[in-house]
């Protein structure tokens, strides 16, 4: 986390299942009329990615590659979420449910012999706890619900050493319109930008090391539970 690379990477997902509109691509796309307006000049670049294991995959694995991003902010829709959610980690095994193309994950995992779960470098919990939304509520999770958004984040974390986060925002509403869930991701990109790049990171780490460890393949039995 030394050099400073010049982007940070936004996705969301297209339709799926029922879901013929994503809020989260509709977020995203709201977001890129807004921009990040952070404090720090970075360019922002947003992608739509496919409700698809295999797609998923290789869009991700060029996103690190070929963008090398500071930071990769994965945006996905909870069908079932009243307010924004902020996940902290991402697990390897568990992936049952088909994608759109009615594809599952070999043995349900990400990557054979992965460990079990990775944490994002970023406390999710310290951004949870920073920001404010007038109209949203934003909470924090450890449990990203194994299927395509679940997979994406763990793979992100993977290839970018934890630079990646994920949230879930729920469906769009007459009372969560696109436009409010756009400057809610910009508020919460900010302060994941501001918390990133806290000179004190690595020392909160090494005091919560059985919540979340810096990823490089580390296991963290303990993103389960609550600090």
Request: net charge positive.
């Amino acid at each position: 986390m030394d050099s400073q690379p010049s982007c940070v990477v936004v996705t969301g997902f297209g339709p799926f299942r029922q879901h013929l509109v994503n809020s989260s691509w509709e977020a995203v796309k709201e977001l890129s009329k807004l921009g990040l307006n952070s404090d720090v000049k970075v360019e922002l670049r947003i992608l739509q990615l496919p409700v698809d294991y295999r797609e998923v995959k290789q869009r991700v694995t060029r996103i690190w590659e070929d963008l090398r991003p500071q930071l990769a902010v994965h945006i996905g829709m909870d069908a079932s979420a009243k307010a924004i959610v902020l996940e902290q980690c991402a697990k390897n095994r568990g992936y049952r449910d088909a994608d759109i193309r009615g594809f599952r994950p070999a043995r349900g995992e990400c990557l054979p012999d992965g460990p079990e779960v990775i944490a994002s470098e970023v406390s999710m919990k310290a951004v949870s706890k920073r920001v404010a939304v007038e109209g949203v509520e934003v909470t924090f999770s450890r449990d990203a619900g194994r299927y395509v958004c679940d997979y994406t984040y763990y793979l992100s974390l993977h290839h970018g050493n934890g630079c990646a986060v994920l949230i879930h925002v729920p469906p769009l509403s007459r009372w969560l319109p696109a436009r409010l869930l756009g400057k809610a991701l910009q508020v919460i990109i900010q302060a994941t930008l501001k918390e990133l790049r806290k000179p004190d990171l690595k020392a909160w780490f090494a005091e919560n090391s059985t919540a979340a460890i810096p990823a490089q393949g580390n296991q963290l039995g303990d993103c389960f539970g609550e600090n």
